[in-house]
C-alpha cells in the first residue's frame, strides 16, 4: 500500500462515517426519526471534510517504495525509494454526490503530491554497480473517484466500495547525491515505473482502508445512548438509508428502552412519515415521531416512575389546602363525618403510558391515571377511602436546547384539565365535580412539574461528533415534530 498511518483517526474517518449513511436505494420503512441530508448539507460535509483529509495526507507514514526498470547506459536495475516524507500536497477541485443505483461519490481533481525520499539503485547483471542518494518527487494533475456503497447489518451501517480509480497526469523524480547528473538523464524512466506502481496501490489501500477498517471503526459506533440508570435510547438504523440526486436519508428506531426489561415490545408501532421537500433551503432536516415521546412514557410508566405519593409534608409549595379530612368537610360530608379531623395522604399514579398526539396545530398530551385517597387513623392504620379515575389533558411545547457538545429536544407542558370518575369508595358515593379545582391544583403543582422534569432531560439528536445546528427551526405535522436547521463543524468554524 502507498499510505497507512498507524491508528484510524476521526479526522480521517469523518467523511467515511457521513457516508456510512448513504446506500442503495430501499423502500422505506416506518421510523422513530429520519434524517435528510440535502445537497447543501452534502457540500458542507465536502468542504469541513477535504482540508481534514488534506491535513492527514501531509502527516500519513509512506511505506518504503521499490521495484525494477530498464535504464538506458545502465541497463536493468532494481531501485529502491526509503524515509519517504510528504512536505506539500493540495486538492484544488473536489466533489461529493450521489450515484444512482450505485452509492455516493468522492471525487477530487488536479491535485498535487510533493515527496522528498532517499534513492537506491543496484544492477542486474554484473558487475552490479550500486549507487545512492535522496531524490524530490512531484506528482501532479491527480484525479481519484471512489464511490461508496453501504448496507445494514445488525443496526449498524455497513459499507463496501463499488468502484475506484486513481490517475497520475505527471510525475518527476530529480535525484540528488551519487552521479545524479547522469540518472536525471533517464529519471523519466524511473518515474514512469514509479507512477505505475503508485497508481496501481492506491486503490488498492483506499478499498481495504474502507472495507475492512472502516467497517471495523462503524461496528464500533454506538446504536444506543444510556440515559438513565433504568433508560436507553435507540438509534439504530432499521433498514439501509436511501439517496436520490438531491438528498440522501437515514431511518432510526428512536425507540426508549428500559434496560432492567431490555428485550421487552414496545405495544405500538411509529407511523408514517410525509415524503421529503421538493426543496430545501437547510443542510439537514430531521424528523421525530410521536412514536419517541410515547415510547419514553411508555417506559416511564413501566419502571414505575410516573407516581407521587403526597403526604402533607410533601404538599407542593403554594397548596391552600391541608391533607386533612377537615379540608374536605362541605365538599366530601360523609369523609369528616366517617373520618373527623384526621390526616390524609394521597398516591397519584399513572394507570398506562401518558399518549402525545401531534398535528400540524397542537401538540396534546393526554394520561390515564387514578387518585387514591386514603385516611391516616392512627400511628399504625392506614385505610382506603376512595378512588377516582382521572384523564389529564396538557398541552406541549417542543425546542431544541445544546448541552456542552450535544443537541437536544426537549418538551415543556402545560396543563388543561381532567375528566374524572369515582372508581371505588368506602365511604359512600360523592359528586367528583367539587373536587375539580382540588384536582387541578394537585396537577398544576404536582404531576406537570415531574412531568417536564423527564421532558427537559431531553431526546439526544444522533449527529456526528463536534457538529451543532445553526439557526434551527421546529415545525409540527401529523405525528411529527420537524427540525429543519444548517450545520457547522466546531473544529472547521
Known amino acids: 500500500p502507498l499510505f497507512r498511518s498507524n ?23 416506518n421510523a422513530g426519526f429520519r ?13 469541513v471534510a477535504v482540508p481534514m483529509l488534506v491535513k492527514e495526507l501531509q502527516n500519513v507514514a509512506i511505506p518504503d517504495q521499490s521495484g525494477s526498470a530498464d535504464a538506458p547506459v545502465i541497463g536493468g536495475i532494481d531501485y529502491s525509494l526509503t524515509n519517504i516524507k510528504g512536505s506539500a500536497f493540495s486538492i484544488p477541485s473536489s466533489s461529493l454526490t450521489s450515484v444512482a443505483g450505485k452509492g455516493i461519490e468522492v471525487t477530487a481533481s488536479g491535485a498535487t503530491i510533493h515527496l522528498t525520499a532517499d534513492w537506491h539503485y543496484r544492477e542486474h547483471s554484473w558487475p552490479h554497480i550500486s549507487d545512492s542518494g535522496s531524490c524530490d518527487v512531484s506528482a501532479s494533475s491527480i484525479s481519484l473517484s471512489v464511490v461508496v456503497s453501504i448496507g445494514e447489518s445488525s443496526g449498524h451501517p455497513t459499507l463496501s466500495t463499488v468502484s475506484c480509480s486513481f490517475n497520475i497526469g505527471h ?48 461496528a464500533t459506533l454506538p446504536v444506543t445512548e444510556q440515559l438513565t440508570s433504568y433508560s436507553a435510547i435507540n438509534f439504530e438504523l432499521i433498514q439501509a438509508p436511501i439517496y436520490t440526486s438531491s438528498y440522501l436519508q437515514t431511518f432510526h428506531k428512536g425507540e426508549f428502552v428500559y434496560l432492567p426489561r431490555a428485550n421487552q415490545t414496545i405495544p405500538f408501532e411509529p407511523g408514517p412519515f410525509p415524503p421529503p421537500a421538493s426543496s430545501s433551503n437547510s443542510m439537514m432536516t430531521l424528523w421525530l415521531s410521536e412514536y419517541v415521546a410515547n415510547t419514553a412514557g411508555y417506559v416511564f410508566q413501566e419502571g414505575g416512575f410516573l407516581e407521587i405519593n403526597i403526604t402533607q409534608s410533601t404538599l407542593p409549595s403554594g397548596f391552600p389546602l391541608g391533607l386533612n379530612t377537615s379540608s374536605f368537610k362541605l365538599l366530601i360530608p360523609q369523609l369528616y363525618e366517617k373520618y373527623p379531623n384526621k390526616a390524609m395522604q394521597v398516591l397519584l399514579n399513572a394507570t398506562s403510558a401518558p399518549f402525545l398526539n401531534t398535528t400540524a396545530s397542537f401538540i396534546n398530551m393526554t394520561g390515564p391515571g387514578q387518585l387514591v385517597a386514603y385516611v391516616i387513623v392512627d400511628n399504625e392504620t392506614i385505610v382506603n377511602a376512595f378512588t377516582l379515575g382521572l384523564v389529564m389533558h396538557a398541552t406541549v411545547h417542543v425546542s431544541l436546547k445544546q448541552n ?5 429536544v426537549i418538551g415543556n407542558a402545560t396543563y388543561l384539565r381532567s375528566d374524572m370518575t369515582l372508581v371505588h369508595s368506602n365511604i359512600g358515593d360523592f359528586p367528583v365535580e367539587g373536587l375539580q379545582a382540588t384536582v387541578n391544583l394537585v396537577f398544576t403543582l404536582g404531576v ?21 445546528f445553526v439557526n434551527p427551526s421546529v415545525a409540527q405535522g401529523q405525528g411529527y415534530i420537524q427540525i429543519s436547521t444548517d450545520i457547522q463543524d466546531r473544529k472547521s468554524g
Open 404 to 408: 456542552g457538545t450535544q443537541e437536544f
Open 448 to 468: 406537570i412539574p415531574l412531568l417536564n422534569k423527564y421532558g427537559a432531560a431531553g431526546f439526544p439528536i444522533p449527529v456526528v461528533d463536534g457538529v451543532t
Open 171 to 218: 510525475l518527476d523524480v530529480d535525484f540528488h547525491g551519487g552521479a545524479s547528473w547522469l540518472y536525471n538523464l533517464f529519471s523519466g524512466t524511473i518515474a514512469d515505473a514509479l507512477k505505475g506502481s503508485i497508481q496501481g496501490s492506491v486503490c488498492n489501500e483506499a478499498i481495504s482502508e474502507i472495507n475492512t477498517a472502516g467497517n471495523k471503526a462503524l
Open 7 to 29: 491508528s484510524l483517526s476521526m479526522e480521517r474517518l469523518l467523511l467515511l462515517v457521513l457516508l456510512s449513511w448513504i446506500p442503495e436505494e430501499a423502500t422505506s420503512l
Open 35 to 47: 434524517i435528510e441530508i440535502t445537497e447543501k448539507g452534502l457540500d458542507y460535509i465536502r468542504q
